[in-house]
């Protein structure tokens, strides 16, 4: 049997909890609500990314015929001159090759004089002397063939640089075009920085973009570049778009050192600034807001987050200015509430 103390404190539940359901608008009910005017902003953006050094004539260097390496002749890190001799084949094979081609040649000269005498006295017919004509011709483009894979027998520097990877060891067999050595132009300072951009960043970056650099192996001196490339597609490996930072003052850098740019974009993104309180269920990147556009009902739509201001979340997606943002009342709205514009 309930006692009388206890029905009375039932009886102040149950008031409390209609009292508590009468604050709380119905869907049905008009819900009064304030809004603001939204409008675009011009937001010029730093993106900052970070990748490694290299310079724009890394090299991968290589035999134009195969054989036994018979000579390497420097190790990495060397710093190499234009046009010096890094690394050489067994000529053996390649000087008999020459040979052949060269005996070959003399052949078909002694064979076009012989035909070319027999034709002036005819004795030989026309044919005679348009094949022999031909013979000379094939065995002279042997000939230079053979010379042009003789020269490729041997590696030498395309420019001033480094070696920065040596590939393959003395009495090795390598096939044609398998790379020996990779090297670099440091001597001339055309350093560039790669990196990756996310999609959002590629469509705000433009080349000539002014970007400041910093890396660990100078940490008190901040280089200067600009975006010279921008990548028309992602990267395979990574997922993302590739760039191109040219250093302007990148003495003492080395190839692989890890850096890390600062870019100042030229193009400004157009961004509304919106209260925190008129953002729904947000998190890094993305969220939900009411507008209305009859100022009768409320719409309910996703937007996207560029950042985070000390008073302020930064959209940049979703909204149009012919929109009234919803700023006060969000928490009873549903997708085409009606409501009541107050002051």
Known sequence: MISLTA??????ACGNTEEKKADVPRTTETI??????????????????????????????????????????????????????????????????????????????????????????????????????????????????????????????????????????????????????????????QWILKAGVSDREWAILSVGDVATITTDARPNQPLSGKVTRKSEGTDMANGTFAIEVTVTNGKGLASGLFGKATIQTT???????????????????SGYVFVTTDGQTAQRIPVTIGSIEKDRVVITGGLQNDQQLIVSGSAYLREGSPIRIQP
Do not use: C, H
Request: aromatic share 6%.
């Open 7 to 12: 029905l009375v404190l039932l009886i102040q």
């Open 32 to 189: 009064p609500v304030q809004v603001m005017a939204l409008q675009e902003e011009p937001l010029r953006t730093e993106v900052v990314t970070a990748g490694t050094f290299s310079t724009d004539d890394e090299t991968m260097l290589s035999f134009k015929t195969g054989g036994v390496i018979r000579k390497i002749l420097v190790k990495e890190g060397d710093a190499v001159r234009q046009g010096q001799l890094l690394a050489s084949l067994d000529l053996t094979e390649i000087d008999a090759q020459v040979a052949q081609a060269r005996l070959a040649l003399e052949k078909a000269q002694r064979d076009f004089a012989r035909v070319e005498n027999l034709y002036r006295d005819s004795v030989a017919t026309l044919e005679q002397f348009q094949n022999a004509s031909t013979g000379l011709d094939i065995a002279q483009q042997q000939m230079d063939a053979a010379r042009f894979n003789r020269s490729y027998s041997e590696i030498r520097a395309q420019a001033n640089g480094y070696v920065l990877r040596k590939m393959a060891n003395e009495g090795q067999v390598v096939s044609p075009g398998t790379a020996v050595l990779q090297t670099n132009g440091a001597g001339r300072g």
């Open 267 to 285: 193009v400004p993104q157009r961004v509304w600034r919106i209260p925190y309180a008129a953002l729904l269920d947000g998190d890094a990147q």
